[in-house]
Nanobody, 116 residues
Framework: QVQVVESGGGLVQPGGSLRLSCAASGLIFSINAMGWYRQAPGKERELVARITRSSSTNYADSVKGRFTVSRDNAGNTVYLQMNSLKPEDTAVYYC??????????WGKGTLVTVSS
């Protein structure tokens, strides 16, 4: 099994920045990709950004040019650098780890609030 734990959420003003971290543990060698998803009140969970074992990335159109997903060399920790934040970025952000056995593991989420 894989465990993932997010950190780094909080309150930020519009135009500000935040950096989220996601630490994976357990059977990390089985992880093919890690990603960030978010869920705003009354909305469905959506993909924000994803990075594969080969460091290929993809982003939601709404965050392209503002958010950057990266990982450390060991592949245990994934980051989401969020710049130029907007009120519509307010959501609970979840980390996901997808394994080579097509299992998905989720963190408990971290709240990001963008408000003046």
């Amino acid at each position: 099994q894989v465990q993932v734990v997010e950190s780094g959420g909080g309150l930020v003003q519009p135009g500000g920045s935040l950096r989220l971290s996601c630490a994976a543990s357990g059977l990390i060698f089985s992880i093919n990709a890690m990603g960030w998803y978010r869920q705003a009140p009354g909305k469905e969970r959506e993909l924000v950004a994803r990075i594969t074992r080969s460091s290929s990335t993809n982003y939601a159109d709404s965050v392209k040019g503002r958010f950057t997903v990266s990982r450390d060399n060991a592949g245990n920790t994934v980051y989401l650098q969020m710049n130029s934040l907007k009120p519509e970025d307010t959501a609970v952000y979840y980390c996901n780890a997808a394994t080579n056995s097509r299992m998905d593991y989720w963190g408990k989420g971290t709240l990001v609030t963008v408000s003046s």
